[in-house]
């Protein structure tokens, strides 16, 4: 995507969708590299021109134990029943686990085994 001159390109989070009941789209985010990002890169290396790029990431999260809903003017009973309230750490969490970024937690196991005295 190119951004124009002078702008400022802010993607949207998922936690900001659920809170504008998907007015406001999460947006998605993957870097690829194809034949034409080498081709590029090519073209710039015999320009003399650096290969690299300046990239600012800042994430805002809503605190753990606060919960996520639609608010205001977003909470008709279409978007409650399409974004249900849920903890913002329990949304985050999930979200952690469906991208394989933490585990999730392993259940209890129980013995039927008794220990010999």
Known sequence: MR???GCLLVQAGKELEWL????????????????????AMD???????????ISSTTFFHINSDQT?????PYATPETRAAYPPTLAGDYVRAELETIQLVKPPQQAITS???AAA
Request: hydrophobic residues 35%; proline residues 7%.
């Open 20 to 39: 504008t009941g998907g007015v406001i789209q999460a947006g998605y985010h993957e870097v690829i590299v194809d034949e034409g990002t080498l081709a």
């Open 43 to 53: 073209r710039q290396r015999a320009a003399g021109r650096p290969l690299w790029r």
């Open 112 to 114: 039927t085994t008794t």
């Open 3 to 5: 951004v124009p001159d």
């Open 68 to 72: 996520l809903e639609p608010l205001g």
